[in-house]
């Protein structure tokens, strides 16, 4: 399913879960406001860093963990904006904020968020152990490992 189908999707569901809330508590519709209907996205800095600090204050469980980066479950995600604060990196953006040069982050999460979906991850552990040689790089994407079954390479 595409990105765009995700958030149509994910739109009818938030709104039927907000109408189905309100009208169990007796409240007026609009407590939440998901007229953007955004979802968070891991980009460029994270690649082989992965402190994971974010996944542990993720309320619902969204992130995804690959080989030497994480993604963001763009169904699952409710934009509390919580993991934001979390990344040493800066990698995490609101999806209407992801800087231009990393747009193409936005159907990664979505794709490797479906490929990676046994992959839960929801606690922080040890950041992986070139940490300090790569973070601050830039344009890191072709060091991106898609397959668990694949290598990751020592630092150049
Ligand atoms: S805290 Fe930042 S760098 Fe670390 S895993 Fe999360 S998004 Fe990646
Ligand atoms: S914005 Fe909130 S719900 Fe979305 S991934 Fe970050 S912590 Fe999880």
Redesign the pocket.
């Known amino acids: 399913m595409s990105y765009k189908s995700i958030k149509k999707v994910k739109t009818v569901f938030i709104v039927e879960i907000d109408f189905r809330d309100s009208y169990l508590k007796g409240e007026a519709i609009g407590n939440h406001d998901h007229s953007g209907f955004m979802a968070?996205v891991v980009t460029d800095p994270c690649i082989q860093c992965k402190h994971t600090n974010?996944a542990a204050?993720?309320?619902?469980d969204?992130?995804r963990e690959g080989p030497n980066f994480l993604v963001?479950d763009p169904f699952e995600?409710?934009?509390?904006?919580?993991?934001v604060a979390e990344c040493p990196e800066e990698a995490?953006f609101p999806d209407d904020e992801v800087p231009l040069e990393w747009e193409d982050y936005i159907d990664l999460n979505d794709r490797l968020s479906e490929e990676w979906d046994d992959h839960v991850i929801n606690e922080a552990k040890e950041p992986l152990p070139e940490v300090d040689e790569w973070s601050g790089r830039e344009n890191k994407r072709e060091h991106l490992v898609e397959s668990w079954e694949e290598e990751i390479k020592p630092v150049e």
């Open positions: 968070y974010c204050v993720c309320p619902v969204a992130f963001i995600c409710i934009d509390c904006d919580a993991c995490i």
